[in-house]
C-alpha cells in the first residue's frame, strides 16, 4: 500500500517544493508493519546537498510529545500521577513561594498559566544551561523572554496558552524524578527504545545524547524566492523545543505509537497514550475548524470519525517547519519536514506549507489510494518574489534582526555575514542586486534598538511604503512588517 503512495510523493514533492519555495522536503509515511520515506531538494543550496529521509533538522515542538511520553513512563512507574501538583514533583521552591497550583497534565495540555511563547532561544556559543536551573532563574524574573520581557511569565492558570516553557518545566520535573538529565533519560527510554539512532537533544552540552549526525540541514529564512541561511541558536527550554531527528527517525516513534494504539504496549501503555490523546481543552483554530489539545498532543475533532488523528504542528526559527499526524483508525501516520520559514508571513499554516500538505495527501491517499494520475512538472515552477536590491538587502536584515534580537530576545550578536554569503535564489533569479552588506547593516540596525518593542516598532515606519510593498510581494497577506508582533509585545 505505501509503495503506490510513495510513487504519488515522488511525483507530487517537487511541485510541492518549488511552488512553496522550500528548499527541501522529506516525508515518511508509515503503518504498523510498513515505513516508507522519501525527499526532494536540498538540505543545503550553497554546497548543494540533498534533502533525504536521514537528514537531521531541529524538530522544535516534536520535542513535546516526547517529554509527554517520558512523563508518562514516570507514571506508569507510580513516580507521580497526572493530578500531581507539579511543585510536588521538582526541587522545593523552584517555581518561587507564590507560584499558583497546576498540575502535571495542566502542564502537558497547555493550562499550566504560562503566557504563550515561541522558543526561549541564545546563541549555539552561548554556555550551556541547566532546564532546572533556567527555570528557577525564569521565574525569579517572572517575565516572558519576547521583547525584553514586556509580558508576566505567569496569568491565571486552567484556559489554553501554548507554553513551550510549560513544557520545559515539565521536562525539569522528569529530571527531578528520574534522577539523571533529562537528554539521558529520553535518549535511552524514548529514542533507543524506539529504535532512533540519528534523534539526539541539543542541550548545550557535549554529553553523548546531544552529539549526533553531522548529516544536518540547514533552515533558510525566506523572503520570496531568495533564501537566507537561518541564526545558528538553541533554547534552554529544550525539552519542549530542543530535539534533532530525521524524518525517518520520527516516523519510526510514529509507528510505535500506531502499535500501541492498536493495543500493544509500546514505549508506553495503550491506556497512558488513551490519556495522552483525549482531549482536555479547545485550541484556538482558523476558520471555525475544532482541534483540542491532549497531553502535549494536538487533536482533531473527534465528530471527524475515521478521519480523526494526532499529532503536533511543528517549528525551530527561522527556518523548519514539520507536521506529524496519526490516523489511529486508518493505521497511518506521516511526518514531514521542510527548511523554509517565509519570514514575510510569520506562520506558516499547514495548508500552504509544503510538509503540512505532503503529510495531508499522504494521509488522504493511503486509504483512498494514490491518484491514478498526477501532473507532470510543467517547466519549473517557482516563487516568483522581488528579486533582491541593496535597499531589500538592507530590509532583509532589519526583519531578521528583529525576529532574533527582538522577538527572540538572543543578546548575542548574529554571525551576519556569514549568513549573507549563504544567500541564494530558488529559482534563476538575479542575485547581481544582492547587498550582502547591507543586511548586515539592517541586522546591526536592529539590534541597536532591541529588545524595545516600541523602539522597534517606530524602526519598522520609518523603512516606509516602499518596504510594505516588498512585504507583500514577498508573499505576506497585509502591507505590513510586523514589527513588532503584536501578540508577544502585549499589544496584539
Given at each position: 500500500?505505501?509503495?503506490?503512495?510513495?510513487?504519488?510523493?515522488?511525483?507530487?514533492?517537487?511541485?510541492?517544493?518549488?511552488?512553496?519555495?522550500?528548499?527541501?522536503?522529506?516525508?515518511?509515511?508509515?503503518?504498523?508493519?510498513?515505513?516508507?520515506?522519501?525527499?526532494?531538494?536540498?538540505?543545503?543550496?550553497?554546497?548543494?546537498?540533498p534533502?533525504?529521509?536521514?537528514?537531521?533538522?531541529p524538530?522544535?515542538?516534536?520535542?513535546?510529545?516526547v517529554?509527554?511520553?517520558?512523563?508518562?513512563?514516570?507514571?506508569?512507574?507510580?513516580?507521580?500521577?497526572?493530578?500531581?501538583?507539579?511543585?510536588?514533583?521538582?526541587?522545593?521552591?523552584?517555581?518561587?513561594r507564590?507560584?499558583?497550583?497546576?498540575?502535571?497534565a495542566?502542564?502537558?495540555?497547555?493550562?499550566?498559566?504560562?503566557?504563550?511563547?515561541?522558543?526561549?532561544?541564545?546563541?549555539?556559543?552561548?554556555?550551556?544551561?541547566?532546564?532546572?536551573?533556567?527555570?528557577?532563574?525564569?521565574?525569579?524574573?517572572?517575565?516572558a523572554?519576547?521583547?525584553?520581557?514586556?509580558?508576566?511569565?505567569?496569568?491565571?492558570p486552567?484556559?489554553?496558552?501554548?507554553?513551550?516553557?510549560?513544557?520545559?518545566?515539565?521536562?525539569?520535573?522528569?529530571?527531578?524524578?528520574?534522577?539523571?538529565?533529562?537528554?539521558?533519560?529520553?535518549?535511552?527510554?524514548?529514542?533507543?527504545?524506539?529504535?532512533?539512532?540519528?534523534?539526539?537533544?541539543?542541550?548545550?552540552?557535549?554529553?553523548?545524547?546531544?552529539?549526533?549526525?553531522?548529516?544536518?540541514?540547514?533552515?533558510?529564512?525566506?523572503?520570496?524566492?531568495?533564501?537566507?541561511?537561518?541564526?545558528?541558536l538553541?533554547?534552554?527550554?529544550?525539552?519542549?523545543?530542543?530535539?534533532?531527528?530525521?524524518?525517518?527517525?520520527?516516523?519510526?516513534?510514529?509507528?510505535?505509537?500506531?502499535?500501541?494504539?492498536?493495543?500493544?504496549?509500546?514505549?508506553?501503555?495503550?491506556?497512558?497514550?488513551?490519556?495522552?490523546?483525549?482531549?482536555?481543552?479547545?485550541?484556538?483554530?482558523?476558520?471555525?475548524?475544532?482541534?483540542?489539545?491532549?497531553?502535549?498532543?494536538?487533536?482533531?475533532?473527534?465528530?471527524?470519525?475515521?478521519?480523526?488523528?494526532?499529532?503536533?504542528?511543528?517549528?525551530?526559527?527561522?527556518?523548519?517547519?514539520?507536521?506529524?499526524?496519526?490516523?489511529?483508525?486508518?493505521?497511518?501516520?506521516?511526518?514531514?519536514?521542510?527548511?523554509?520559514?517565509?519570514?514575510?508571513?510569520?506562520?506558516?499554516?499547514?495548508?500552504?506549507?509544503?510538509?503540512?500538505?505532503?503529510?495531508?495527501?499522504?494521509?488522504?491517499w493511503?486509504?483512498?489510494?494514490?491518484?491514478?494520475?498526477?501532473?507532470?512538472?510543467?517547466?519549473?515552477?517557482?516563487?516568483?518574489?522581488?528579486?533582491p536590491t541593496?535597499?531589500?538587502?538592507?530590509?532583509?536584515?532589519?526583519?531578521?534582526?528583529?525576529?532574533?534580537?527582538?522577538?527572540?530576545?538572543?543578546?548575542?550578536?548574529?554571525?551576519?555575514?556569514?549568513?549573507?554569503?549563504?544567500?541564494?535564489?530558488?529559482?534563476?533569479?538575479?542575485?547581481?542586486?544582492?547587498?550582502?552588506?547591507?543586511?548586515?547593516r539592517?541586522?546591526?540596525?536592529?539590534?541597536?534598538?532591541?529588545?524595545?518593542?516600541?523602539?522597534?516598532?517606530?524602526?519598522?515606519?520609518?523603512?516606509?511604503?516602499?518596504?510594505?510593498?516588498?512585504?507583500?510581494?514577498?508573499?505576506?497577506?497585509?502591507?505590513?512588517?510586523?514589527?513588532?508582533?503584536?501578540?508577544?509585545?502585549?499589544?496584539?
Amino acid at each position: 500500500m505505501l509503495d503506490d503512495v510513495i510513487s504519488a510523493l515522488d511525483t507530487v514533492l517537487p511541485r510541492l517544493a518549488a511552488v512553496t519555495g522550500t528548499p527541501g522536503v522529506a516525508v515518511a509515511v508509515a503503518t504498523s508493519t510498513e515505513l516508507r520515506a522519501t525527499a526532494t531538494g536540498f538540505a543545503d543550496l550553497a554546497a548543494g546537498v540533498p534533502m533525504t529521509a536521514g537528514t537531521v533538522a531541529p524538530a522544535g515542538s516534536l520535542t513535546k510529545p516526547v517529554t509527554g511520553l517520558a512523563f508518562l513512563q514516570l507514571v506508569e512507574a507510580g513516580a507521580a500521577g497526572l493530578d500531581t501538583p507539579i511543585d510536588q514533583v521538582l526541587p522545593a521552591g523552584l517555581r518561587g513561594r507564590d507560584a499558583p497550583p497546576v498540575t502535571t497534565a495542566m502542564l502537558a495540555a497547555h493550562q499550566g498559566g504560562y503566557y504563550g511563547d515561541i522558543v526561549t532561544a541564545t546563541a549555539r556559543t552561548a554556555p550551556a544551561e541547566p532546564v532546572l536551573g533556567y527555570v528557577r532563574r525564569r521565574h525569579e524574573a517572572g517575565r516572558a523572554v519576547e521583547y525584553g520581557g514586556v509580558l508576566p511569565l505567569v496569568t491565571a492558570p486552567g484556559p489554553y496558552s501554548y507554553s513551550s516553557f510549560g513544557v520545559g518545566v515539565l521536562g525539569g520535573a522528569v529530571e527531578h524524578l528520574s534522577g539523571e538529565p533529562y537528554g539521558a533519560r529520553v535518549h535511552r527510554e524514548v529514542f533507543a527504545a524506539a529504535g532512533m539512532p540519528d534523534t539526539t537533544i541539543d542541550d548545550g552540552t557535549h554529553r553523548p545524547w546531544a552529539t549526533g549526525s553531522r548529516d544536518r540541514a540547514t533552515g533558510y529564512m525566506a523572503f520570496g524566492d531568495w533564501c537566507l541561511p537561518s541564526p545558528p541558536l538553541r533554547t534552554s527550554a529544550y525539552p519542549g523545543v530542543g530535539m534533532y531527528t530525521s524524518v525517518a527517525d520520527f516516523g519510526r516513534l510514529l509507528q510505535s505509537l500506531l502499535r500501541t494504539a492498536g493495543g500493544d504496549r509500546g514505549l508506553v501503555g495503550p491506556e497512558s497514550l488513551a490519556a495522552m490523546v483525549t482531549p482536555r481543552v479547545p485550541r484556538p483554530s482558523q476558520h471555525g475548524v475544532r482541534s483540542f489539545s491532549g497531553l502535549t498532543f494536538e487533536l482533531a475533532d473527534p465528530d471527524l470519525g475515521e478521519d480523526w488523528w494526532w499529532g503536533h504542528t511543528a517549528a525551530f526559527p527561522w527556518g523548519f517547519w514539520w507536521e506529524a499526524r496519526v490516523w489511529p483508525h486508518r493505521d497511518v501516520a506521516a511526518v514531514a519536514v521542510g527548511n523554509r520559514w517565509d519570514m514575510a508571513r510569520f506562520h506558516n499554516p499547514a495548508t500552504r506549507s509544503a510538509p503540512g500538505l505532503a503529510v495531508e495527501w499522504a494521509g488522504r491517499w493511503a486509504v483512498s489510494g494514490a491518484p491514478e494520475s498526477l501532473p507532470d512538472m510543467d517547466g519549473r515552477p517557482r516563487w516568483t518574489g522581488p528579486r533582491p536590491t541593496p535597499e531589500s538587502s538592507h530590509w532583509m536584515g532589519v526583519l531578521a534582526g528583529e525576529r532574533t534580537h527582538g522577538l527572540l530576545g538572543v543578546a548575542e550578536p548574529l554571525p551576519a555575514a556569514a549568513l549573507a554569503g549563504g544567500a541564494r535564489s530558488l529559482g534563476d533569479g538575479d542575485a547581481a542586486g544582492w547587498d550582502p552588506e547591507g543586511f548586515v547593516r539592517g541586522v546591526e540596525r536592529a539590534r541597536a534598538v532591541a529588545p524595545d518593542p516600541a523602539a522597534l516598532g517606530v524602526l519598522g515606519r520609518s523603512l516606509g511604503p516602499a518596504a510594505a510593498l516588498w512585504m507583500l510581494e514577498c508573499g505576506a497577506s497585509s502591507a505590513d512588517l510586523t514589527m513588532p508582533v503584536g501578540f508577544y509585545a502585549g499589544t496584539g
